[in-house]
């Protein structure tokens, strides 16, 4: 019955705006219940004794909320301060101990938060994010009627005192735009504990030397003020380890002065001193913590303020909570997670300027107390202790966003939570709980509690009922929730109010009926107008406005033992809403970085004309969104795109246009920018599906080809195109109704943080009975769900008017673009309401975009697109299949994969001729230029008695003669398929690196027909990462300035090729090899290789002024990350004029 119940509101909530209730994802009688309004940009909560909730806002405002009403008037405004660019802003509120908002010394507000530029302009000239700090100050709170408010003039800066001359020479560094600040928190003694993060890039490995106008020693050319941090700082995340830096740290301060303690464990006798104010050490983005309650002395003298557990934020592999204690070293950058760094373990310079990972750490190096991956559920450390709710074993959990969290208070959960510690991870929006030894520090058991609706930034104890309470947000939308516990659970109300707007008289409708009671008790229901109307007492009830204001319609349901959940919806009487359009970027505007992008839009409201504009960019990394990087309420703001992330990181950015009116409607527009190196194309490994496969028969009855397989193979026929084996339509007598589709579904494990946001389209032709849409839209498939995509925008337009009228056939094999916003999933379709007399569509491709991290480029370079296919077929008559599979040689490397069984001949090309011949088949790639060969991949396509397999294989290699050997040492993986076997193995071929000019397979047919077959044939060189390429230097020089290159990448223990191009023609010459480079200017010539200890090998260039050079490097390891310098020459008759000179190329030597 229960499941019952449920499935009855999920079914109601698809006709309406609705969404999962928080309720059903916690553990038996817990539930997560909305307190106060969604709010824009809050990220942090605190509480007063009393209960009043003090809300943060990134920008630099803190809310007072009551009983779930939020005051009027701001605590505080600093948003003239702060610098609330990307993750920086106003992050940490900590309130004096028995806090009184009385004006005394008992009512001190503490706030941490980034510092703007310049006071008054918030990036005003600091485009690239260097020229910041953080700050710490407080503020009195006095009482003014019923409001809380801060005495402006009690303001006492604690930390970050700006000189005359820019410097701040007791600032928190803030190089970068992320991981500047974080929570404030009192110790059991009332010294006030400050959680910092290291300031640094995110980006790259930073060591220092990227950010010089942030530092003291650079003057800067338009304000004349020196940067705000120390030059000895100049150390990126090392700072984290550097004692001379309060970044990356938890300082413990006197809260009256901000100045260091003699009871902390780096007191230097100085109590203005940066290592006297340090705690603990060696953290990248400690953002939340909190204490753990009971411990601790109440004698600052002691040195012991209490224990604390803070989520330090991770870099690209781990997430950390840290139990901190005094003096605790915490390794980063050196260690993430249990793990060391190999980037920052390789940063070894002679006679460091600062503590670097070889240096003898300060402190004590701690290891974290909870660590989890960001991709392998498996690998949560320690092991063995992650369970569900109820304690049975589970395998672990990754996430990407560690929040510190919160202690119930005694008596608000049943007993199994006391002690318990509630955390986050704000990109997987869970909840756990954490049992531990608070005396050893170390982890027992780590529990599933919930799954959020949003991701978690902050969770506080409320200090009257002990519940726990959180912050979520989505974008820049936040809501604060409270987790209560109770034998009877809340209703949930689930409502519609339409219109929302309009002229009057204004008639809404109310639709409540998809609420309901978890605990399935009855409801009654209320409906209040918000006009001092009769309340509405049905679950469907209808409204008049006949005066014009904005009111708020509230639904309130109530079950039989009194509990009452809400639901509000404001409705604008005689008000339109503003109109909203964005003009530049438009939605799915593709980007290369770096771009300055001009943002160009407008609103206009139907009653108050022109509205200001308020612009907003939200950050997509990964799987999680950074909201508001950037804003602005100018007309027309430019805004830098950089790339984000490491190389090959997933990213992009929303832009948001809103304007209100003056009755306090606003409305929105967005658009979504991709980076086109981001846009992947996985429709190869997507298996096309369409509703003909749910009809019966299972196969379209139309003129165009029955397989599916040929809307992704890659062949665009030209517009107006009367083929109809290029396209597939769906007619079947009609049998599909009004609903019809077709796309594609991955059977290949996409990256979790990949999103679809787009798709080409070309129909295919137009018949008098159907082909077309008359509607259209995306969807897209997560967890078995379809969800249908937001923001469609599609280029061309579809001619949706003229394919609504009688006898509408148009022109086929157009093609359209269709964007959207990002939605995850594993599958994609394009569905809408088939057009014509019949009703079907027609498609001729489609190709999914999907945004994605770059794969891991390995160690292999595909270079079959570069290479000229060849094979037997080619010199029979005719040239071509006369078999059933594609005619298109393209087809081998089109990148369409079929899954292992596939009966599609579209996908696979077969050499099947008649007549038919004896002998051997073959089939690969030439290359123009030798290519340092190391893999051949195959995919064979259908086989059968009659042909398709081969009785024997083998692997050939061409020469720059044309000849072709056997290439011995190539191992099938896993073995050769199958003569006749399932359609579509694999197999992949390894061997010893050669360089060669063409790979083919060649062999013996099998069969009766004697023909091959081949779905895919990739062929690959040696890769190298950059750092172990080849680069080029210097110049050319002498009668002609001659080209040296390096034929491939290469490793020690493999072959080496160069080429030598642009001499005047045939002749001798050398290849100068050394360890060292130069620049010697000789007889009019320069020499880049050092003349001592060079090696001088001959060199034949040909007419054409070409000349090649081979060899095998040595495969001692021990020469890993040793340089060869390379320049050749050629000599001419009148020596020494006649001389050419190579440009000189340094290569890096690295294993392979």
């Not at 928190?185 to 030397?209: E, K, R």
């Not at 750490?361 to 369970?387: I, K, Q």
């Not at 006391?418 to 991870?425: H, I, K, Q, S, T």
């Amino acid at each position: 019955m229960p499941a019952l119940r449920r499935a009855a509101a999920l079914i109601a909530c698809l006709g309406i705006p609705c969404a999962l209730p928080a309720s059903a994802q916690w553990p038996l009688h817990f539930e997560s219940l909305p307190v106060g309004p969604a709010l824009a940009h809050v990220n942090g909560l605190v509480f007063a004794p009393d209960g009043t909730a003090l809300l943060l806002e990134k920008p630099g405002l803190v809310r007072v909320m009551r009983d779930g009403v939020l005051q009027s008037a701001p605590l505080v405004d600093l948003r003239d301060e702060v610098n609330n660019d990307w993750d920086r802003g106003l992050l940490g509120l900590a309130l004096q101990p028995g806090f009184v908002p009385n004006g005394t010394d008992s009512a001190w507000a503490y706030l941490l938060y980034t510092v703007a530029p310049v006071f008054g302009q918030d990036s005003a000239y600091n485009q690239n994010q260097q020229y910041s700090f953080s700050r710490l100050t407080r503020y009195r709170v006095v009482t003014q009627g019923s409001d809380w408010v801060v005495d402006a003039g009690s303001r006492q800066i604690l930390l970050g005192h700006q000189l005359a001359d820019g410097s701040v020479p007791d600032g928190i560094a803030s190089l970068h735009n992320s991981h500047s600040n974080g929570s404030l928190w009192f110790g059991s003694d009332g010294t006030l504990l400050i959680a910092t993060g290291d300031g640094a890039h995110y980006d790259l490995t930073d060591t220092g030397g990227f950010d010089n106008p942030g530092f003291d020693d650079w003057l800067h050319p338009q304000t004349g003020k020196l940067g705000p941090t120390p030059a000895l700082q100049d150390s990126g995340a090392f700072r984290s380890q550097d004692l001379r830096s309060l970044a990356g740290k938890i300082l413990r301060v006197d809260p009256t002065t901000g100045l260091g303690l003699p009871s902390n464990p780096f007191w230097d006798g100085n109590a203005a001193g940066l290592p006297s104010r340090v705690w603990a050490l060696g953290l990248r983005n400690p953002f939340r913590g909190t204490p753990l309650p009971g411990s601790g002395s109440s004698d600052p003298s002691a040195g012991d303020p209490g224990l604390a557990i803070v989520g330090d934020v991770g870099w690209n592999v781990w997430e950390e909570l840290d139990f901190v204690r005094r003096g605790d070293n915490f390794g980063w950058p050196c260690r993430e997670g249990f793990a060391t760094l190999g980037s920052y373990q390789a940063f070894q310079p002679p006679n460091p300027a600062f503590p670097i990972c070889s240096t003898t750490p300060a402190g004590t190096l701690r290891d974290p107390l909870l660590a989890w991956h960001h991709t392998n559920a498996g690998a949560l450390a320690p092991a063995g202790l992650h369970f569900d709710a109820d304690g049975n074993p589970l395998n672990g959990f990754a996430g990407n966003c560690a929040i510190g969290g919160a202690f119930p208070g005694p008596g608000a959960y049943p007993s199994a939570y006391a002690g318990r510690l509630f955390f986050g991870d704000y990109t997987r929006k869970f909840i756990r709980t954490l049992a531990f030894d608070a005396v050893s520090g170390l982890a027992q058991g780590v529990y599933d509690f919930g799954t959020t609706s949003a991701g978690v930034v902050d969770l506080e104890t409320h200090p009257l009922t002990g519940e726990v309470w959180y912050v979520e947000l989505a974008g820049q939308s936040a809501q604060v929730r409270r987790i209560r516990y109770g034998a009877n659970l809340t209703p949930i109300a689930l409502a519609s109010v339409t219109p929302s707007s309009g002229p009057l008289p204004l008639q809404i409708a109310c639709d409540g009926s998809a609420s309901f009671d978890t605990d399935q008790d009855p409801l009654s229901y209320a409906w209040d107008f918000g006009d001092g109307s009769p309340l509405a007492t049905t679950p469907l009830a209808a409204h008049t406005y006949a005066n014009a204001g904005a009111y708020a319609v509230r639904l309130d349901v109530t079950d039989t033992l009194g509990a009452t959940g809400s639901w509000t919806q404001m409705v604008y009487a005689g008000n339109a809403p503003p109109q909203i359009a964005i003009s530049s970027p438009l939605q799915g505007t593709l980007f290369e970085a770096p771009l300055v992008l001009t943002l160009t839009g407008s609103a206009l409201d139907p009653e108050d004309g022109p509205l200001a504009l308020n612009w907003s960019i939200d950050l997509l990394h990964g799987d999680h969104l950074h909201p508001g990087v950037f804003t602005s309420s100018d007309a027309q703001p430019n805004f830098t795109i950089d790339s984000h992330g490491e190389p090959g990181e997933s990213y992009a950015y929303r832009v948001r246009l809103s304007a209100t009116d003056s009755q306090g409607l606003a409305q929105s527009a967005s658009a979504w920018l991709y980076p086109s190196a981001n846009l992947l194309d996985p429709s190869g490994t997507m298996q096309p599906i369409t509703r003909v496969q749910q009809l019966s028969p299972p196969v379209a009855q139309g003129l165009g080809n029955k397989d599916p397989e040929v809307f992704r193979d890659l062949i665009e026929p030209a517009v107006g195109s009367t083929a109809n084996d290029k396209q597939f339509d769906s007619a079947h007598g009609g049998d599909q109704g009004q609903d019809d589709w077709v796309g594609l579904a991955a059977y290949v494990a996409l990256d979790r943080e990949s999103a679809f946001v787009g798709l080409r389209f070309q129909e295919g032709r137009h018949y008098a009975d159907g082909g077309w849409f008359e509607a259209l839209w995306v969807e897209v498939r997560e967890n078995g769900e379809w969800r249908k995509a937001e923001n469609l925008r599609i280029t061309p337009d579809y001619p949706f008017a003229l394919a609504q009228q009688s006898g509408f056939d148009g022109v086929g094999y157009q093609t359209y673009e269709l964007w959207f916003d990002p939605l995850h999933g594993d599958a994609i379709r394009l569905r809408g309401t088939p057009g014509g007399s019949t009703g079907y569509v027609s498609c001729a491709e489609l190709r999914a975009r999907l945004l994605s991290p770059l794969p891991d480029p390995g160690k292999h370079r595909d270079i079959s697109a570069a290479a000229t296919i060849v094979a037997h077929i080619f010199g029979l008559t005719p040239p071509n299949p006369t078999g059933s599979g594609s005619k298109d040689p393209e087809t081998i490397r089109n990148g369409t994969r079929p899954q292992l069984g596939s009966t599609s001949a579209l996908a696979q090309y077969d050499t099947q001729h008649l007549p038919k011949w004896s002998g051997a088949d073959w089939i690969g790639y030439t290359w123009s230029a030798p290519r340092l060969l190391s893999r051949l991949e195959y995919l064979e396509g259908l086989t059968f008695t009659s042909g398709g397999g081969w009785n024997s294989l083998r692997v050939e290699t061409q020469d720059g003669n044309g000849i072709w050997t056997l290439l011995l040492g190539a191992v099938a993986q896993p073995g050769l398929p199958p003569q006749v076997g399932p359609h579509y193995e694999s197999v992949s071929f390894e061997f010893a690196p050669r360089f060669a000019h063409g790979i083919r397979l060649n062999g013996d047919p099998h069969g009766s027909l004697n023909y091959i077959s081949v779905g895919e044939l990739r062929a690959f060189e040696v890769q190298q990462p950059a750092p172990c390429a080849a680069a080029s230097y210097g110049a050319g020089s002498g009668a002609a300035a001659l080209q040296l290159s390096a034929l491939s990448d290469t490793a020690l223990g493999l072959p080496i090729g160069l080429q030598v191009s642009g001499a005047g023609g045939a002749g001798p010459g050398l290849l100068l090899t050394g360890s060292a480079q130069a620049s010697l200017a000789l007889l009019g010539v320069t020499l880049l290789v050092d003349p001592a200890g060079w090696v001088a090998l001959p060199l034949s260039f040909d007419a054409s002024g070409r000349a090649q050079a081979f060899g095998q490097l040595g495969g001692d390891p021990l020469l890993a990350g040793s340089k060869l310098y390379f320049q050749a020459a050629r000599f001419g008759a009148a020596f020494p004029g006649s001389v050419e000179l190579s440009n000189g190329l340094a290569l890096t030597l690295c294993g392979w």
